[in-house]
């Protein structure tokens, strides 16, 4: 019996549900070893041969063996780039010193660095888990769906990203297929983060989703429990600032029945800012 052909719409819907599922990339079954697919070094040519050849394209390609191996899990990374966070006096300075940190191994499959969107300096400052893929293409946070719905809900109190608000996420690279970001990865972006937040100086803090809340007040407790309630977020000269963890849009785009709690939430921000003066 010989097997049906798929149409051209089951081709079409497949391939729709794997981008859903965050595979934007197609991998063949068996590893290639492109290394050892680098032609063999040329034997050294004669001079009167080397007049007439032309300059070869690609020269300078280094042996495998003479490329620095980086060791991207070393907690020394999340030393360094706590020490480069620490000196910069500025967001130019600190977005200038993320694009040049090399030690992040996300930085390495994502198309741009991510570093915020917004008025820095305004009053509310959010802060999300990970650019996804339109983030990536466009290199700003929240431009997707999700973005699209945070804004309109940020919008419903009031704050816009032109004077409202500055966004950011805990992590400036995508995760390769939106994967959970491992540990080593958010300690690295965190150092980072938590100086953007010191130099962004909010009035308060809004953690949009679960991994943003548990990496920013480092606790294991989770949304479900620390949503809607205010806590105190310490900057490093003991300044202390309210954060609200809340549901991150994604979610809510998944259990629409839960924008309820997040409306309660941006509730208790919009009060905040009246109590602080600012509104
Ligand atoms: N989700 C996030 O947490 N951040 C983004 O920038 C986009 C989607």
């Not at 007439?52 to 003479?66: D, E, G, K, Y």
């Not at 943003?212 to 606790?219: E, G, I, M, P, S």
Request: hydrophobic share 40%.
């Amino acid at each position: 019996m010989t097997e049906p052909v798929a149409s051209r719409e089951d081709i079409a819907s497949l391939l729709k549900w794997y981008v859903d599922q965050g595979l934007d990339e197609t991998i063949g079954e068996t590893a290639i070893d492109r290394f050892a697919a680098l032609p063999p070094a040329a034997a050294p040519a004669s001079d009167s041969a080397r007049a007439s050849s032309p300059t070869p394209i690609r020269s300078a390609v280094l042996p495998p063996q003479a490329r620095a191996p980086v060791p991207l899990e070393s907690p020394q990374l999340v030393e360094d780039a706590r020490a480069l966070a620490e000196r910069c006096n500025s967001l130019e300075e600190l977005e200038a010193a993320v694009r040049a940190f090399e030690g992040c191994a996300l930085k390495r499959t994502a198309k741009n660095t991510v570093f915020a969107d917004g008025t820095p300096g305004a009053p509310v400052m959010i802060v999300g888990e990970a650019p996804g893929a339109d983030e990536d293409r466009l290199g700003k946070p929240f431009v997707g769906v999700s973005g699209q719905l945070m804004d309109r809900m940020m919008e419903a109190i009031g704050l816009r990203r032109a004077g409202g608000f500055y966004i950011t996420n805990i992590l400036f690279w995508r995760p390769p297929g939106n994967r959970t970001p491992t540990l080593a990865e958010q300690a690295m972006c965190l150092a980072f983060t938590r100086r953007h937040i010191e130099l962004a100086r909010p009035k308060l803090l809004v953690l949009a989703g679960g991994t943003a809340a548990k990496a920013v007040l480092d606790t294991t407790e989770g949304i479900m429990r620390l949503r809607g309630k205010w806590v105190s977020y310490r900057l490093g000269d003991g300044t202390e600032i309210s954060a609200m963890p809340t549901f991150h849009p994604a979610y809510l785009l998944r259990t629409p029945a839960s924008k309820r709690q997040s409306w309660l939430d941006l509730l208790a921000v919009d009060k905040k800012l009246k109590e602080l003066g600012v509104r």
